[in-house]
């Protein structure tokens, strides 16, 4: 519920959170996160690790389709870019974890501008196809490259270390996979609320109306390109850390769909739609493993008729969202905060 | 003293010729309006000087200094040319405020580093910026009941004023408004107008408009220029373009007002 929002300074009117219902729910989500792996078994810590990793490469994809307008099927080349460059630094230098992420994510958005630079002539489907050559050429580097990246067989990577600490088990990857994701999280947030942001959306919606403003076009949109790259070089470092072997087949092309699908069940040009979807898009193909499981006791055959069925219900799935809810599940989530608005005195 | 100085400015588009040795000046501090009918080149004349075309020949002097083709855009932007469109051209995703917001972007320094960081310089520039647009724009333009409104949601006249209210936010030296009161009902249009001259007299804003509605332009202008198949007919008062058989021509067509007296009422000749 929440009653006379009258705010005196323009800062209280510009926070994020504008109640103090707002923040004592995100209190409560930050000490749900922070409980949640001493309650967990390792199955469902490990499923929270990758929806961590996902979260970030989402937001990253977010902040360039969702919120510039310029759609990208390289996310998953990006993610290797970050990937490659934390196991390459882990086995060569003794850089710290903190290092090799931050590292990795600079190397990431530096290869992102590249890929980003046709985006001043081409738009909408042809630059996805500009970026989908981009990611097979990315893979080819990774394949053939072989005294850098170890070719088709990969490289294996020591855990993340920091201050004689190992980060060797799931455990101790999420203390530092969620902490991060939160606040990547936080920066976009940040990022699309003050002026960069706003130049970034004015490109989306119209950008013959941005340039008369004085934004330049060229400059932003690498911008964009850089930070969603940065994030996606973050969540590849991640990822390498996590599973500690880092490979061509490691980031395919379907992965990159992955992400792009992500952000539009999720909800394009809002952060929260990309975190759900980023959930929706890791748990669901494990909720079905899960049903299939449940399913046997009853349906001894019920793997070998779920199994291939199980692509098929989660596409559905998708398409059905698509359908039903245009603008994603974070419109669900909006419609469920109107309702509590004035609860319990509605009308 | 003139701000704005075009000469024998020529466009063309394969064979159309848009524009043909325009020749005209926007005196400082003036409500200057450019007439004429559908298709004289008035839009063409507009996107040249805020840099969208590139005119085969003539120049554009702005301040005594030339804006040659190399003067992209932003820049032109950023030395104090605003402007609006003729078929509203908001960010129909954001609220009206984050649009006005958008007019300062030139004038602000944030980058993407400072940004994602917020507080401390982000945050300071961004209050500074929030509050010079509701004291100074958001009140004068009485539009601070719908700051929080997405501009689809809105009607087409409170759109116009957001668009104008969005390059105010630039702080222009020159306001360039493409057809303001276009598609405005009547107290819409007067609003309007009361803005057009308030922005001359109380921002000392040079405003170039575009307009067809000829009340309005008569009532509010200083200084009219008449442009008719991409050539400027006559310039100055609007009394004096009132009374030009050239201008009476250009609208009403070739023939002069007697024989269109004459026909449209041919007892009285009889009588």
Same mark, same amino acid.
């Given at each position: ?347 | ?80 040319? *605003? $402007?609006?469109?003729?078929? !509203?051209?908001?960010?129909? %995703?954001? =609220? @009206? +405020? ?94 309007? *107008? $009361?803005?057009?001259?308030? !922005?001359?007299?109380?921002? %000392?804003? =040079? @405003? +170039? ?63």
């Amino acid at each position: 519920m929440r009653i006379g929002d009258a705010k005196q300074t323009y800062e209280a009117d510009e926070a994020i959170w504008t109640s103090n219902t707002q923040k004592l729910w995100f209190g409560l989500l930050l000490l749900i996160l922070l409980l949640f792996p001493f309650m967990a078994d390792s199955y469902l810590l490990y499923l929270g690790c990758l929806v961590g990793i996902a979260v970030i490469s989402t937001t990253g994809l977010n902040i360039l389709t969702g919120f510039t307008g310029l759609i990208s099927l390289g996310q998953a080349g990006f993610m290797g870019v970050g990937a490659y460059t934390v196991a390459w630094l882990s086995l060569n230098t003794g850089l710290p974890f903190p290092v090799t992420l931050l590292l990795a994510g600079l190397m990431a958005a530096a290869v992102g501008i590249l890929v980003g630079l046709p985006s001043l002539r081409v738009k909408g489907l042809y630059l996805a196809i500009a970026t989908l050559a981009a990611s097979v050429f990315l893979h080819f580097i990774f394949a053939e490259w072989e005294s850098v990246t170890g070719g088709m067989g990969g490289l294996s990577l020591e855990p993340a270390h920091l201050f004689g600490w190992t980060f060797q088990s799931d455990f101790r990857m999420y203390f530092i996979i969620v902490p991060l994701a939160v606040l990547m999280v936080f920066a976009a947030r940040n990022v699309l609320r003050t002026r960069v942001g706003r130049a970034f959306i004015a490109i989306r919606d119209r950008d013959i109306s941005a340039e008369i403003l004085g934004i330049n076009l060229l400059r932003y949109k690498l911008m964009s390109f850089a930070l969603s790259s940065f994030y996606a070089g973050v969540a590849g470092g991640l990822f390498a850390y996590f599973y500690r072997v880092v490979t061509p087949e490691s980031f395919p092309l379907s992965m990159s769909i992955f992400y792009l699908a992500a952000v539009i069940v999720g909800g394009m040009g809002n952060l929260l739609g990309g975190i759900l979807g980023a959930a929706f898009m890791t748990l669901v193909p494990e909720a079905l493993k899960l049903l299939t499981a449940a399913l046997t006791p009853f349906y001894p055959n019920a793997p070998v008729f779920m199994s291939p069925m199980l692509e098929i219900i989660f596409g559905a799935l998708i398409v059905g969202f698509l359908i039903f809810e245009p603008h994603g599940l974070a419109e669900i989530w909006h419609r469920i905060r109107r309702f509590f608005r004035l609860w319990p005195f509605r009308n | 003293m003139s701000i704005l100085e075009i000469s024998d400015l020529s466009l063309s588009f394969g064979g159309v010729k848009a524009l043909q040795d325009v020749s005209f000046r926007v005196p400082e501090n003036t409500v200057t309006t450019i007439i004429g009918p559908n298709g004289a080149g008035k839009t063409s004349l507009f996107n040249c000087i805020s840099g969208f075309y590139k005119p085969q020949q003539g120049t554009i002097r702005y301040e005594g200094r030339e804006l040659s083709s190399g003067i992209k855009p932003p820049k032109r932007a950023a030395l104090g040319l *605003a $402007r609006t469109f003729q078929n !509203i051209a908001l960010f129909r %995703g954001m =609220t @009206v +405020l984050d649009n006005i917001k958008l007019g300062a972007h030139v004038h602000m320094n944030s980058g993407l580093l400072a940004s994602m960081f917020y507080f401390g310089a982000a945050r300071r520039e961004e209050m500074e910026v929030r509050r010079e647009v509701e004291h100074r724009i958001i009140d004068f333009l009485e539009i601070d009941h719908i700051r929080r409104q997405p501009v689809a949601s809105l009607s087409y006249g409170l759109q116009k004023r957001v668009e104008l209210a969005r390059a105010l936010a630039m702080r222009p030296k020159v306001l360039m408004l493409d057809e303001p009161v276009a598609g405005m009902n009547r107290e819409e249009k007067e609003d309007m *107008a $009361r803005f057009i001259l308030d !922005i001359r007299e109380e921002w %000392g804003v =040079t @405003v +170039l408009m575009v307009e067809h509605d000829m009340g309005m332009v008569m009532d509010i202008s200083d200084h009219i220029a008449v442009l008719n198949f991409g050539q400027v007919i006559t310039e100055g008062e609007p009394a004096d373009v009132q009374k030009n058989p050239e201008v009476i021509k250009a609208y009403l067509g070739n023939s002069d007002i007697d024989s269109l007296r004459r026909k449209l009422n041919p007892q009285g000749e009889a009588a």
